[in-house]
Structure formats: structure tokens, C-alpha cells
């Protein structure tokens, strides 16, 4: 499809919706939330679970940001998924993370579960591959008093703004608790930043094969719209004109191939990325050169040692016919006796 045609096709995603393809959703299982074991708190109106749950959706519809995307589910009310935009200035910038929520039976005297759809990948502190989500507000980690879940005051939109502003910053690798007490807690940061970014955007790859549901167009228009600044960024760090990391040869050899892969899969999406395709195209042109010429040295090399041997050999022979020795080393017979007249 034409990039001309996407953009005639692209229409504001919703901030807020309702949805009704909960398939992939990590809590579609959950029995305890689901009503499966005598649990009707979410499918009965006039319980206090559903209109807690009713007043948190009117609080997302009417005061999510921008860059925070939320669907629930029509008939599962426990069910809830968000996609939160990297903020800019920090390794996750651009990118899209989804997290899945589900309401437990007696909420609010409990905070949401919150799942991280991770990919395999552990790009913060407080985000685990196995989707586990680190913080204060969920119950999910010590913390003062006021930073945990309070039933009369906390609310999910306090806890994607949280995970968004508090987790997803600039220098990641201090949310590990302790970590800046180390002297050379700077240095590993940056090192962090550089893997947290590569991961990243890999993330994004995953992301554009397979969107989570009721989020495909979100995906698509999003890397479609972004797709010139994801890989502008991406160069501005592999040559180190980044300002905040990026220009390491781990970094760059790391993030070459992503950077390939990314601009294909943006292309693939209808992006204009005429340039960066040729981009890629010279740098491998350029580094297949370098391979021919690598080679060509290692042969020359080898014809050199193989020359020099050669010549080494050839003298060692003259000397040898020199001196009347055999090729085993040892005097032939009148030379012997010719020898030890000699010497007498």
C-alpha cells in the first residue's frame, strides 16, 4: 500500500473506547476475575465494584493524555489494556508499551493487576520479562506510605501516568533501588541507556508483526507517522551525535542490524523512508567492500608467508649443498673420508 494511500486512510485513534476482543488479553483466564467462581460483582450494576470501575472509565475518557491509549472490554468490565507513548528525551522514546490490567473482585481495596507485554525483553528496573510491573503504587514493592495503592484516593489513570513518568525516564538505571551510590553509576547508566534503547526497538519490530488486538491501527499509523523520526534518532546515537549516549562500537555494532530491520519494516508499513532504505543500502555495499578487501589482505598474507617459506627453504638447500650434507643432515661417504684426512 502507497504511503499516499495510508494517509488518506489514517484517522485519529481514539484515546478512550470500548472494545469487544478480549482473546489475547493476559487476565482473559483469570477465574477470580471473570466471575468464573461466583464472582458477580463485575456483570451487577449496582454492586460497588462496577461503579468504581464505571467512575474509573469516565476519569480515563475525559482525562487521558495524548500520548496514553486506552480500551476496556464491553463484556468484561475487569478487563482493561493501555498503550503508553515513550516520552521524548529518554531511551523509549517513540516507541509504544502495552500493559494489561485487570480489576480484582473487591476493588478498590486492592490496587489492579498490571501485566507488561514484554516480549522477552527487559528494557527497566522496574519492568520484568516475565511482565511483571516493580511499583509502589501496585503493592509490588516496599515504598513510603504515600506511594503505595490508597483505596479512597488512587486511581488506574494515576497508575499509567506513574508508569509512564516515573518508569519509562530518562536514566533507567536508577530506578534500580541503591544503585546511585556507586561511583561509577554514571558511566554503567549511559551503557544501560544503550541497551535499553536497542531493545526498544526491537520491541518495535515485534509490535508491527503483531499487534495486540484493538490496537492494529494504533500500531500502524503510529510507526507510519513516526518512522522518519525513529530512524533519525537512531543514527544521531550509532554515530554518537546523540546527547545523551549512543557512539560506543557495542552500541553501534548492536544497533546496525536493528537499524536495518526497522527501516524494512517501516517501508513494509507505508512509510517514506526512500533514504535510509538507500542508506542501508551504500552501508552494505560499503561493508561488503571492506569484506572483499579483508579477504584480499588475508590471501596476500598468506602468499607472503607462503613466498617467504619458500626462499627460507631454498637457502637452507644451497647451504646444505654447500657444506656436502644430504637432506638428512649427514656427510655423504668420500666427503666423510676426505673430511678426516683432513683433520688428521
Same mark, same amino acid.
Given at each position: 500500500?502507497?504511503?499516499?494511500?495510508?494517509?488518506?486512510?489514517?484517522?485519529?485513534?481514539?484515546?478512550?473506547?470500548?472494545?469487544?476482543?478480549? @482473546?489475547?488479553?493476559?487476565?482473559?483466564?483469570?477465574?477470580?476475575?471473570?466471575?468464573?467462581?461466583?464472582?458477580? /460483582?463485575?456483570?451487577?450494576?449496582?454492586?460497588? +465494584?462496577?461503579?468504581?470501575?464505571?467512575?474509573?472509565?469516565?476519569? !480515563?475518557?475525559?482525562? !487521558?493524555?495524548?500520548?496514553?491509549?486506552?480500551?476496556?472490554?464491553?463484556?468484561?468490565?475487569?478487563?482493561?489494556?493501555?498503550?503508553?507513548?515513550?516520552?521524548?528525551?529518554?531511551?523509549?522514546?517513540?516507541?509504544?508499551?502495552?500493559?494489561?490490567?485487570?480489576?480484582?473482585?473487591?476493588?478498590?481495596? =486492592?490496587?489492579?493487576?498490571?501485566?507488561?507485554?514484554?516480549?522477552?525483553? #527487559?528494557?527497566?528496573?522496574?519492568?520484568?520479562?516475565?511482565?511483571?510491573? /516493580?511499583?509502589? *503504587? $501496585?503493592?509490588?514493592?516496599?515504598?513510603?506510605?504515600?506511594?503505595?495503592?490508597?483505596?479512597?484516593?488512587?486511581?488506574?489513570?494515576?497508575?499509567?501516568?506513574?508508569?509512564?513518568?516515573?518508569? !519509562?525516564?530518562?536514566?533507567?538505571?536508577?530506578?534500580?533501588?541503591?544503585?546511585?551510590?556507586?561511583?561509577?553509576?554514571?558511566?554503567?547508566?549511559?551503557?544501560?541507556?544503550?541497551?535499553?534503547? +536497542?531493545?526498544?526497538? =526491537?520491541?518495535?519490530?515485534?509490535?508491527? =508483526?503483531?499487534?495486540?488486538?484493538?490496537?492494529?491501527? *494504533?500500531? =500502524?499509523?503510529?510507526?507510519?507517522?513516526?518512522?522518519?523520526?525513529?530512524?533519525? $534518532?537512531?543514527?544521531?546515537?550509532?554515530?554518537?551525535?546523540?546527547?545523551?549516549?549512543? %557512539? @560506543? +562500537?557495542?552500541? #553501534?555494532?548492536?544497533?546496525?542490524?536493528?537499524?536495518?530491520?526497522?527501516?524494512?519494516?517501516?517501508?513494509?508499513?507505508?512509510? @517514506?523512508? %526512500?533514504?535510509?532504505?538507500?542508506?542501508?543500502?551504500?552501508?552494505?555495499?560499503?561493508?561488503?567492500?571492506?569484506?572483499?578487501? +579483508?579477504?584480499?589482505?588475508?590471501?596476500?598474507?598468506?602468499?607472503?608467508?607462503?613466498?617467504?617459506?619458500?626462499?627460507?627453504?631454498?637457502?637452507?638447500?644451497?647451504?646444505?649443498?654447500?657444506?656436502?650434507?644430504?637432506?638428512?643432515?649427514?656427510?655423504?661417504?668420500?666427503?666423510?673420508?676426505?673430511?678426516?684426512?683432513?683433520?688428521?
Amino acid at each position: 500500500m502507497a504511503a499516499g494511500e495510508i494517509q488518506q486512510e489514517a484517522a485519529p485513534f481514539c484515546g478512550f473506547d470500548v472494545a469487544n476482543d478480549d @482473546s489475547d488479553h493476559q487476565y482473559r483466564a483469570n477465574a477470580a476475575a471473570s466471575g468464573k467462581s461466583g464472582h458477580d /460483582c463485575f456483570a451487577n450494576p449496582s454492586t460497588g +465494584v462496577h461503579k468504581k470501575i464505571m467512575k474509573e472509565w469516565q476519569i !480515563l475518557r475525559d482525562h !487521558l493524555p495524548d500520548t496514553i491509549y486506552v480500551r476496556v472490554y464491553e463484556q468484561r468490565i475487569d478487563l482493561l489494556r493501555a498503550a503508553i507513548v515513550g516520552p521524548p528525551g529518554t531511551p523509549y522514546e517513540n516507541g509504544l508499551f502495552f500493559f494489561d490490567l485487570a480489576f480484582p473482585p473487591d476493588y478498590p481495596a =486492592r490496587p489492579p493487576l498490571v501485566h507488561y507485554r514484554s516480549f522477552g525483553f #527487559r528494557l527497566n528496573p522496574n519492568l520484568y520479562e516475565t511482565g511483571y510491573v /516493580c511499583l509502589s *503504587l $501496585l503493592n509490588t514493592w516496599v515504598g513510603k506510605k504515600s506511594e503505595k495503592w490508597n483505596p479512597a484516593e488512587s486511581t488506574v489513570l494515576q497508575v499509567l501516568v506513574s508508569i509512564q513518568g516515573l518508569v !519509562l525516564n530518562e536514566r533507567p538505571y536508577f530506578n534500580e533501588p541503591g544503585i546511585g551510590i556507586f561511583p561509577a553509576g554514571a558511566k554503567r547508566s549511559v551503557a544501560y541507556s544503550e541497551d535499553v534503547f +536497542v531493545l526498544a526497538c =526491537r520491541s518495535m519490530l515485534y509490535l508491527l =508483526r503483531t499487534p495486540p488486538k484493538n490496537f492494529k491501527e *494504533l500500531v =500502524r499509523k503510529h510507526f507510519w507517522e513516526r518512522a522518519g523520526e525513529v530512524l533519525t $534518532l537512531c543514527n544521531a546515537y550509532i554515530d554518537g551525535s546523540g546527547q545523551r549516549f549512543g %557512539g @560506543s +562500537v557495542k552500541f #553501534r555494532v548492536a544497533m546496525e542490524p536493528v537499524f536495518d530491520e526497522l527501516v524494512a519494516a517501516f517501508a513494509r508499513n507505508g512509510a @517514506s523512508v %526512500g533514504h535510509f532504505v538507500e542508506q542501508v543500502r551504500e552501508r552494505k555495499e560499503a561493508a561488503a567492500r571492506k569484506a572483499v578487501e +579483508v579477504e584480499e589482505v588475508k590471501k596476500s598474507k598468506k602468499v607472503k608467508k607462503k613466498t617467504k617459506f619458500e626462499v627460507v627453504k631454498k637457502v637452507i638447500e644451497k647451504i646444505k649443498m654447500v657444506l656436502g650434507l644430504k637432506k638428512d643432515g649427514k656427510l655423504g661417504n668420500q666427503e666423510s673420508r676426505k673430511a678426516s684426512r683432513e683433520v688428521l
